[in-house]
């Protein structure tokens, strides 16, 4: 059973044997567990009382911090029959000390215990080894065997910076100590090997490096280093020349209107309709390309549907609509680029459309 406790909170868990006898249902004893870190800390445990009889027969409680104090209940016990143990689950680097009387490192331990009876549990913690740890892997993506400096700094501890030469594919381990917990600030970079990026991953992805802030003692983190190989970019937009659709011009985006393959950035024709740039009035002709080779407009950019080119006023009628299309059509046909079926398609469905209407 999970429950929230604020800082200092005294809790009581009782319950109550509804199928059980009268003296049966009188009888409770009260088990208070006081929670105590030798040296300062913001973690918190999960503790568990463990009987075997009454009600209920097994507790937890998750959440118990430095100076708090949880009271268990149990009920519904014959009296001078009830045994019960209290535990802790451990934080890591740490040990464990309790105190019901007499001291013991591994729990709380009450026998026979009466109706009535009150008792108590201290639970202290100790760090085994006030230190941090921080783990460093490096790979180079083409096998380069290295090796190359790394780097640690501190804001506080002993050592506050260290150095290691890491080969590919091996790691180190470096240790930081004297530091108070929740204090200690650490950075890892590399001396960056040339012709190569690296990148950092510490749990998240960075091409700066890994950074933790507020290490605790005790803690244990890690960091990845990746190089590769720079590959060519002679624009120096970001994007390697083989994978990049103007590698002498820069075009981070890599926007292609048409898709041939060219980038517009350096794409004579942008949208592919045989008409270049600089002679074309509608250098981004939507489709279909119906297009002017005079003008490089297509035939529904100079006939829109919702009035004509520049007059927000729209068509004054649905017959000048079709008027415009018919006039457009017919020199597409005259120029070869559309069929006389085509054109008369082209009339029809303007005739049938809504435009003007």
Known sequence: MNWNMASKLVLILVVFGLCTPLQAQESRATFAVTKHFANESPLEVAVTLACNTG????????????????????????????DCRLTETVPPGYQASYNDGTVSPVECYWQDVENGDELT?????????????????????DGNPGPVNVELECNTGLPVSQSFMLANDSEVVFVVAEFDS???????????????????NDGTPSRLNCEWSDLAHGAEVRCAITNQPVRPDRDKDGVPDEED???????????????DGMGDACDPDIDGDLVENKQDLCPMTLGPKLVDPATGCSLFQLCPCEGPVGDEAGWPSHKEYVKCIKAGARYLAEANV????????????????????
């Open 55 to 82: 009600l209920p027969v097994e507790q937890s409680y998750f959440g118990v911090g430095d100076g708090e104090t949880l009271v268990f209940v149990v009920v519904a016990f014959d009296s001078g029959e009830l």
């Open 121 to 141: 549990c201290d639970v202290t913690n100790t760090l085994l080894n006030p230190q941090a740890r921080i783990r460093v892997r490096k790979h180079f993506t």
């Open 182 to 200: 929740g204090e200690l600030d650490c950075r890892v970079t590399e001396t960056i090997p040339s012709g190569y990026t690296a990148s950092y």
């Open 245 to 259: 659709n103007c590698p002498d011009d820069s075009n981070q985006s890599q926007v292609d209107f048409d898709g």
């Open 338 to 357: 559309i069929l006389k079926e085509e054109y008369k398609l082209l009339v029809a469905e303007a005739e049938a459309s809504q435009c003007g209407l």
